[in-house]
């Protein structure tokens, strides 16, 4: 399968700094890439679908403000967490998507897990 | 909104003993459904996708079933091992993946 890879694998940020993620797609160009969050011992919920080239969209109820996603490239898609609190702890997992259609399999990263102090 | 449930939430089995795990969802108008595995602290390791158009999957000692017409799929895991301990997570596309909470699988040496 393709993989997709996510940097950094955890981060530790002080409350009020701001804190990049990065999803790549090593070995296929991905038009369409997903951001997720997981709570402990939660299932994964989507954030935001983000299209190479247009802006993000969000899911209900999470803040554009706060989780801004760049997908400026086929293969890279950023999320940023601006002035990060401790409820914004948890674990980020993206995923990349195949171009040719909604029905192609999303290939996910390895997560990264965010604790903010 | 396409609500995905897993049951059971967890499941306790001794070494040898096939696992069944049921997944159902509320919106049959779905492209594929894809089972993943996921170890504590870890990402998804995605184990099989199934199109709508097929009704099983299989890989080793994994298959996969889907009844999109009744909203079901099942996940059968053959002649369980400890290394299969972790948690299954289903996963439902009808353009975004709606995932359920999770079946949480402990197989006993």
């Known amino acids: 399968g393709a993989v997709v890879s996510q940097h950094p694998s955890w981060v530790i940020c002080k409350s009020g700094t701001s804190v990049k993620i990065e999803c790549r797609s090593l070995?296929?160009?991905?038009?369409?890439m997903f951001w997720y969050r997981q709570f402990p011992k939660q299932s994964l919920m989507l954030m935001a679908t983000?299209?190479?080239?247009?802006?993000?969209?969000?899911e209900q109820g999470v803040e554009k403000d706060k989780f801004l996603i760049n997908h400026a490239s086929l293969t890279l898609s950023t999320l940023t967490v601006t002035s990060a609190h401790p409820e914004d702890s948890s674990f980020y997992i993206c995923?990349?998507?195949?171009?040719?259609?909604?029905?192609?399999?999303?290939?996910f990263g390895p997560g990264t897990r965010l604790t903010v102090l | 909104k396409q609500e995905v449930t897993q049951i059971p939430a967890a499941l306790s089995v001794p070494e040898g003993e096939n696992l069944v795990l049921n997944c159902s969802f509320t919106?049959?108008?779905?492209?594929?459904l894809q089972w993943f595995r996921q170890d504590p602290g870890k990402g998804l390791t995605s184990l099989l996708l199934?199109?709508?158009?097929?009704r099983e999957q299989t890989s080793g000692r994994l298959n996969a079933s889907l009844d999109k017409s009744s909203g079901r799929s099942t996940l059968y895991i053959a002649a369980s091992q400890p290394g299969d301990s972790a948690t299954y997570l289903c996963?439902?596309?009808?353009?975004?993946?709606?995932f359920g909470a999770g079946t949480t699988v402990t197989v006993r040496a």
């Open positions: 983000s299209n190479e080239g247009s802006k993000a969209t969000y």
């Open positions: 919106d049959s108008a779905i492209y594929n």
């Open positions: 070995d296929f160009q991905a038009t369409t």
């Open positions: 199934i199109q709508s158009s097929q």
């Open positions: 995923s990349a998507r195949e171009p040719g259609g909604p029905y192609n399999e999303q290939f």
């Open positions: 996963a439902v596309n009808d353009y975004k993946l709606s």
